[in-house]
């Protein structure tokens, strides 16, 4: 069974910096590109960064207005894809949910989400 | 970067109606297009991926159709667990989503 399991989410001020991650388990890790979405308070979904896998090089990319803020990465010997979020701002509050992306396709699982609250 | 237009963006329906929501994408997109559902306070959840293809374990009074700009999700006899936002995502080029379409209770 695919799971995938956050954790890192919490309250910050704007300005610092957070590390989100996302675990996964029950498929081979580094044969899949994983993405964050996010949700901001009563909201909808936006995407806002992917990392391809092994086979693809692990390229990234980004949202416009993360771009230089944010770093996707990931340790397939761990399992983990990792979103490094810096100099946060207090549009970045919302839920992230981890999710396995098929490339040019899907979002076929999702983790249950992360909350990240910036305010002072 | 390629902006997905639902419509309508909230609609009232009662259980066993059949309903239609829009998405009209900005240019064209093949068939890059997917559904997702999404209940309140859970996990959004793909419904169609590739326009048409139905998610496995996914009922099939879910439907969608549509191809280049124009797609359609189509839910038939409503149940009490349909009423949800849906929103449509392209994957033609960079992901983005459409601004989602509540479905409530008449």
């Known amino acids: 069974e695919v799971q995938l399991v956050e954790s890192g989410g919490g309250l910050v001020q704007p300005g610092r910096s957070l590390r989100l991650a996302c675990t996964g388990s029950g498929f081979t890790f580094d044969d899949y590109s994983m993405a964050w979405v996010r949700q901001a308070p009563g909201k909808g979904l936006e995407w806002v960064s992917h990392?391809?896998?092994?086979?693809?090089?692990?390229?990234?990319e980004y949202v416009a207005s993360v771009k230089g803020r944010f770093t996707i990465s990931r340790d397939n010997s761990k399992n983990i894809a990792y979103l490094q979020m810096n100099s946060l701002e207090t549009e970045d509050t919302g839920v992230y949910y981890c999710?396995?992306?098929?490339?040019?396709?899907?979002?076929?699982?999702w983790g249950q989400g992360v909350l990240v609250t910036v305010s002072s | 970067d390629i902006q997905l237009t639902q419509s309508p963006s909230s609609l009232s329906a009662s259980v066993g109606d059949r309903v239609t929501i829009t998405c009209r994408a900005s240019?064209?997109?093949?068939?890059?297009l997917n559904w997702y559902q999404q209940k309140s306070g859970k996990v959004p959840k793909l419904l169609i991926y590739?326009?048409?293809s139905l998610q496995s374990g996914v009922p099939s009074r879910f439907s969608g159709s549509g191809s280049g700009t124009d797609f359609t999700l189509t839910i038939s006899n409503l149940q009490p667990e349909d009423f949800a936002t849906y929103y449509c995502?392209?994957?033609?080029?960079?992901?983005?989503f459409g601004q989602g379409t509540r479905l409530e209770i008449k």
């Open positions: 990392i391809t896998g092994k086979v693809n090089g692990e390229t990234t």
């Open positions: 999710t396995r992306w098929i490339v040019q396709s899907k979002f076929d699982y």
């Open positions: 590739g326009a048409s």
């Open positions: 240019q064209t997109i093949n068939i890059y």
């Open positions: 995502q392209q994957s033609y080029s960079t992901p983005t």
